[in-house]
């Protein structure tokens, strides 16, 4: 596991600290790649992928925190890699509607 502690002193805080600690995790060497990222695979298959670098990355945020992080910063493409065509790259995507659509997918997630 790779990261590294931040240690900063700062004025104004969401919490109201006089300093914070800062985790960053650095999760490239960790990331488990789709075995074919130039194939489509299953919407199924991408979650899986992603619950387990969501597993990896759950495991150095514990770590961060019991070492005494207040902020802990995880790559953008630690869930599911960055070696992707195009169309490949959708299964591991989420549909974001339209603000103006009146509609909550949490609430009606098969609309």
């Keep these: 596991m ?12 969401a919490w109201a600290l006089d300093s914070y600690i800062a985790a960053v995790y650095e999760h490239s060497h960790a990331v488990i790649l789709p075995r074919a990222a130039h194939k489509t695979v299953s919407p199924e298959d991408a979650l899986a992928l992603m619950n387990r670098n969501m597993d990896i990355l759950e495991g150095a945020i514990r770590e961060a925190a019991q070492q005494g992080a207040h902020i802990i910063v995880t790559p953008e493409d630690g ?28 609430t009606d997630p098969t609309r």
């Design 79 to 106: 869930l599911y890699g960055w070696v992707f065509t195009r169309e490949a790259i959708y299964p591991y995507l989420e549909d974001i509607p339209d603000p103006e659509v009146n509609w909550i997918p949490c």
């Design 2 to 13: 790779t990261w590294g502690i931040i240690s900063s002193s700062f004025s104004i805080l």
